[in-house]
Each structure stands twice: as C-alpha cells, then as structure tokens.
C-alpha cells in the first residue's frame, strides 16, 4: 500500500510537472514563426506577423473565454531555404519549437513544399494548427482533403494550382493581344515551381494552343542562364516564362538583356517582385511581366486595405516590402488566428482549426475563406475572394499592375524593341 | 546555335580555368590541398560588396583591397593552421576543409543571403560576334584568364620568388639547400592562390550573384579541372578546363541545363579510373605503371 501511495505521488508530481508550462502558457497565445528567416520572404513574413501582433497587443490583444491575452511571437530559422540543407534538419528546428515554446499556432511555416509535406505528420501529433504562408504545392491541400488527421494545415498563400490561373491569363492576353505562340519555360527544380511548370505545360498545350519550344529546369543556385536563353532565342521563343524563387534568379533577366533575347519575360522571378529591384538590376528590367502572389504585398489604389497594410509596414521598418510572397497572408494569418480564438473561446487547437475552417472575412488580400483542403480560395476581384497579381516593369522603373483587370492600372506593353507576331 | 555554342563554350572553359589556377598553383608549389579555396573565392566578392556598398568605396579601391585582405587571410590560415600540419595530407585536408566550411557558414549565418549581392561589371555592354550577342563582362573574363594565365608564367620563370616557387615544387630538400624558406615560399603560395581565387571572383561573379553556395561549387569545379588536368600542372589545367567547359556547354545546350553539373563529376570518375595522376600529372605515374 505504501509502495502504491508512493507512486501515485511520484506520478502526480511529474504530471504536475508537465501540465504546469501549458498552465503558465494561459496567459499569452504564443505563435510560431518557423521558416528561413535569413531569406528575403521568411525576413519580411516575420516582420509583417510582428506588425499585426503589435497592433493586436496594442489593441488590447485577444479575448479568450472573457479574458484579453497578448500574442507572443517566438521564431526559429529553419533553413529550408538554403540549397543543401535537408529536410530532417529543417523539421527538427520546427519540432524543437514546438516542444520548447509550446505556440498555441504557427504562421508562415517552411519555406520548402519538401519541407511542409514531411512535417505534416509532426503537426498532427503535436495538434498545433499551421497557417502556412510560403510553400505552394497543392498536394498538402489534396492531403488534406483527404485525411482529416492533417487538418492543422492550412494555406492562406497562394498555391501553385491558383498560381497557374493568373498566369494562364496573363498568356491568354498575350496570345489575344499580340499574337504570341511559343513559349520557353524555365524553372528552378523546388516542388512548387515544378508544379507549375508541369501543369502549365498542360494548359498551353491543351486550353491555349501554343507551342512550348523547350523547357529547362535548374538547380537551386544556378546563376549562368547563358546556353537556355540561347536556346529560347534559337527556336524562336516569343514568351519566356522563368518559375524562380531564389536570389540568383534574378540574373536572368540581366542575362536575357545582355543577349538581347527578343522574348518578352513573363512569369515570377522573387529578386524582381520589389520597389529596389530597378536599382538592383542597373535599371534594366523594364518590359518584365512579373507576379506578386498575393495583393499586399504589392499595394493597390483599387482595394484600400492593401495599401493601408503596406503603408503601416513602412512606417514600421522605414523601408518597402521587397518581397512578393508571404508577407501580406503572414499579416493576414494573424488576424484569421485572433479571430478564430475569440470565435472558439478557447486555446483548444480542434476548437481553433473548427473555427478557422469557418472563415468568411475580409483581409489585407482580398476576402479570405478556404477549400476542405484548409487551402484560401484566390480568385480575381479581392471583394469575393483573396487575389494575386501581376505587374509589369515600366521603362522609367514603375510596377503597373496589370492582371487581374479588377485592379489593372494599365495594359500589358511590348518590351522596347519587340513587335507583335499578329 | 553551333557558333554560340561554341562562343559560350570557349568562355565557360576560361571561367573553370580561372577558377582552378589559384588551387593548382597552391597545391604545385606547396602541396597543401587548399579545401578553402571555395570559401576565399567567396570571400573575396563579399569583400569586395561591402568595400563598395557599406564603406562607399569606389571600385578601384574596394577590388584590390578584396584582393590584398583575401590573400593575407590565406597566409595567416597557412601560418597558425597549415604549418603545424605541413606534410600530413589528411590533417592539411580536414584543415582547410573545416576552415572554408566556417568561413562560408559564417557568411551565411550572418545573413549574407540575398539579391542584392552583385559586383559590378567592369564594362556594362553587349558585342555582337557573328549572329550571337555576348556581355562584354564575359569578354573581360576571356582577358582575365589570358592575363592571369600569361602572369603566372612571367612570374614564375622570371621573378625571385616566382623561380624559388618553382624550386620548392621541383625538389624541397634542394631548394633548402640553396636556402630557401620553404614554408615562407609555402605561406607565400597558399597567399597566391588565394589571390589569384579573389581576381577570379571580381571577374567572374558580376555574371551572377554573391551566394555562399558558390564556394562549394567553385571548389567542385576547380577539384575537377585538377584533377583531370593532373593536379599542379598548368598546361594540364588549361587543357582540362577546354575539355570540361565545352563538354558542359554542349550539354546544357543539346541536352539539358540541369546535367551540366554531372559533366565535372563524370570527368573526375572517368579520369580516376583511366589515368588517376590526370591527364599531365606526373604525381602518381609511378604506381599507376605498376
């Protein structure tokens, strides 16, 4: 009996033990930034989720159960970004988060769909919802459409099926308004950006009718675009459309100048997205078509709560969002977070992701509601559904929005030199 | 296409024959496997970056300057590391080895990731050359090889240091006799290479961006030219960088960009197994023939 007594006691202490941070953690909601916060999307996305959880704080912060908790950020750097690092190392960085800090949610997530889909099971067993901002393979929604287990992840960035479709017309206006053809594709060799490639190799071929020349994938870190953009030249490629989220990439398109290729660029290079890219490139990216991925992130007279999110970025860090993927749904996710919690009354992450799967607000990127497969529905008016973009270099150094025609500011304009093919 | 295969390949061949001078001339003279190689090419760029970008220097300052601190970085690792090992491959390997490794993580970890790591380039137009367009960086690179190329045999048939070079890679033992400070000549090589590794650098990397990422490659590259070429001769890494550069530009250009890596991996396997000394290395020939 005393042997009994004994261990009872020795068990209650240790539970005591455990359950003791989870007590502690009740007041504040802690929140997870994990990603490559060395990388220009990772830096930026972190600094737009402590934005909104300063004006949140400042706010009062949020209600929980009749009680206003503040949110508290803890970040680690996953490097899943960064060539070589694998993708074991980069989940054990988001596991030694959350066992340590114990956040209530994460925001942003990896960088790497590779990344993302192996730690969907590590995000089941710890029950901790994601709200992911940066990797865009479709396959974590298809996933989790399919297995209820993984319901702790969602996607409020744009993904690569909903990529497609802006770039789809941004071609369709292409073909329409100049009589363009043939493409040459060119990615970099990440999930996404294969995803993207493979499935408008689809589109152009079957939808739009036009010929794809060639297609050349690269590693991450190539930085010679030399024998591909011959290449594109040699078979006559009218449009180039380059898939890159690497900071080398954005050496192409001086490449693509230098060569005097005359195809106009038309796709997503990361290092372009942003105001300091024309001073970068020497000024010499006039003519490039470019996508923002999500509205925010680019700010647009056309959808104020845009403009407001990135003006209050810049007055907070003295300088603009450089990058055109992850800040402005990272600011969003924030806002979906709070409200999801105060419309649960509780920290309870099943009563948490219940509550988000319920989402039908307005946001920094348009109106936010999402798919059974926890994936944000973008679509091309930002009063009916979240929005990405695109828009084109001018010769004097501007972004003029230019698809979807919801928020246009201009048309899509030949690069200097280059003539229609109708 | 074949004009421009061939004008692209010429070019990518001077690109890896920069890149692997400095290793080559480092390992012919002291003998030292310089594994950090990779991480002083690298070094150099950022250098070079911050000279221009954080100091405001203008560029005829901030480019020698890389050069000058590169190098001197290079004989301090040789004076407190490299002399206390000389002589025992494996520790002058895992020396260097581990150094380039902290040098690039040390970029890396802080937060030397991003675009906006570009150098300059040193004329900022295109030439037409038949019906294909070329950066004249690229020309500037073709020159630089030439130079460089041409310097090192100048300054090694005709200088003081440059014949006391040459003395310690023909016979060490001899060359003491006749008083030479091997392991000053020995510092004063790994210095070289170095500096020959950073001129590469400022020539080659406005083509591309500074990225801690291209250490590793720019050693794989210069370990194959090496390697195929017969490590420590230089008409062997001439020869080598012809081979592999067109055999990468070829196959970027009929098959596929993303193969163009394997090219300096397949040649190092090919080379291992027909020839191991390389194609003018005289290191090894003795085992080979028995």
Redesign the interface.
């Known amino acids: 009996m005393r042997k009994l007594t004994c261990i009872l006691a020795i068990t209650m202490l240790i539970s005591g033990l455990l359950l003791a941070p989870a007590a502690l953690a009740a007041d504040k909601i802690v929140i997870g930034v994990t990603t490559s916060l ?3 999307e990772g830096k930026e996305a972190h600094n737009a989720v402590n934005l909104a959880v300063g004006e949140i704080n400042k706010a009062g912060g949020v209600k929980v159960g009749g009680k206003m908790l503040p949110f508290v950020v803890e970040s680690i750097d996953i490097r899943d970004a ?3 690092v694998p993708v074991p190392e980069a989940l054990l960085g988001m596991e030694k988060l959350i066992l340590e800090k114990k956040p209530n949610a994460l925001v942003v997530g990896p960088f790497r769909s590779e990344a993302l889909l192996a730690g969907m099971d590590m995000l089941a067993k710890h029950k901790v919802p994601l709200l992911g901002t940066i990797a865009m393979s479709p396959k974590t929604e298809a996933r989790v459409a399919k297995n209820p287990k993984y319901k702790y992840v969602f996607r409020v960035s744009l993904d690569a099926k909903y990529f497609v479709g802006y770039i789809a017309g941004v071609m369709g206006f292409m073909g329409k308004e100049f009589g363009f053809n043939k493409v040459f594709i060119m990615n970099q ?1 990440v999930a996404w950006a294969r995803a993207t490639a493979g499935i408008m190799t689809k589109i152009f071929k079957g939808k739009l009718k036009w010929d794809v020349v060639g297609h ?4 991450t ?8 953009l ?2 594109a030249k ?1 078979k006559g490629a009218q449009v180039i459309m380059p898939v890159f989220d690497m ?5 192409l398109i001086k ?1 693509w ?4 290729v005359p195809a106009v660029m038309a796709g997503f290079i ?2 372009l997205t942003g105001p ?2 024309w001073k ?1 490139f ?1 000024a010499k990216i006039g003519g490039v078509v470019n996508a923002v991925f999500e509205l925010g992130s680019i700010p647009s007279a056309k959808y104020p709560p845009s403009k407001k999110f990135y003006d209050a970025y810049v007055a907070k860090y003295g300088k603009p969002l450089e990058a055109g993927h992850g800040p402005a749904p990272a600011y969003a996710s924030v806002y979906l977070l709070k409200a999801a919690i105060e419309k649960a009354g509780s920290l309870d992450p099943d009563a948490i992701v219940a509550a988000l799967r319920a989402t039908d607000a307005p946001s920094v990127m348009g109106h936010v509601k999402f798919t059974k497969g926890n994936q944000v529905i973008y679509g091309k008016d930002p009063k009916k559904a979240a929005l990405g973009c695109f828009f084109q270099w001018s010769d004097d150094g501007k972004r003029v929005i230019v698809y979807p025609p919801a928020i246009a500011e201009g048309k899509i304009k030949l690069p200097t030199g280059m003539k229609a093919a109708k | 296409m074949l004009q421009g295969t061939l004008i692209y390949g010429f070019i990518n061949s001077v690109v890896l024959m920069l890149v692997a001078l400095g290793f080559s001339v480092t390992f012919g003279i002291s003998g030292v496997a310089n594994f950090a190689y990779g991480a002083l090419y690298v070094m150099a760029g950022y250098l070079s970056w911050l000279g221009l970008h954080s100091l405001g220097l203008p560029y005829w300052l901030a480019a020698p300057g890389a050069v000058a601190i590169t190098a001197g970085v290079a004989a301090m690792i040789y004076w407190f590391i490299l002399l206390r090992v000389r002589g025992l491959v494996v520790s002058e390997v895992i020396a260097t080895f581990g150094m380039g490794l902290a040098i690039l993580e040390l970029f890396r970890y802080l937060g030397f990731i991003g675009f906006e790591y570009t150098l300059p380039p040193l004329i900022d137009a295109s030439v037409m050359i038949g019906d294909t367009y070329v950066d004249a960086q690229r020309l500037c690179i073709v020159g630089a090889g030439i130079l460089l190329a041409a310097f090192l045999w100048f300054f090694t048939h005709y200088t003081k240091t440059g014949l006391a070079f040459r003395g310690i890679a023909q016979d060490e033992r001899t060359a003491l006799t006749l008083g030479i400070n091997a392991d000053k000549v020995a510092a004063w090589s790994v210095a070289f290479g170095a500096g020959y590794a950073a001129l590469a650098a400022l020539v080659i990397l406005p083509l591309g961006t500074i990225a801690v990422n291209e250490g590793y490659n720019v050693l794989v590259n210069a370990l194959a030219v090496c390697i195929v070429g017969g490590l420590g001769s230089t008409v062997g890494i001439i020869v080598a960088s012809f081979l592999i550069g067109f055999a990468q530009i070829l196959t970027a250009t009929y098959l596929e960009t993303s193969w163009m890596m394997l090219v300096s991996l397949v040649a190092i396997l090919a080379i291992l197994v027909i020839k191991p000394s390389g194609l003018f290395g005289h290191q090894k020939q003795l085992e080979e023939r028995i």
């Open positions: 060395n990388f220009l960064a060539p070589g060799d050349e994938t690269f590693p870190g190539a930085s010679d675009f030399a024998p591909a011959m290449k040699m900071p080398q990439s954005g050496i490449q100048k230098a060569m005097k990361s290092p300091t890219a970068t020497d």
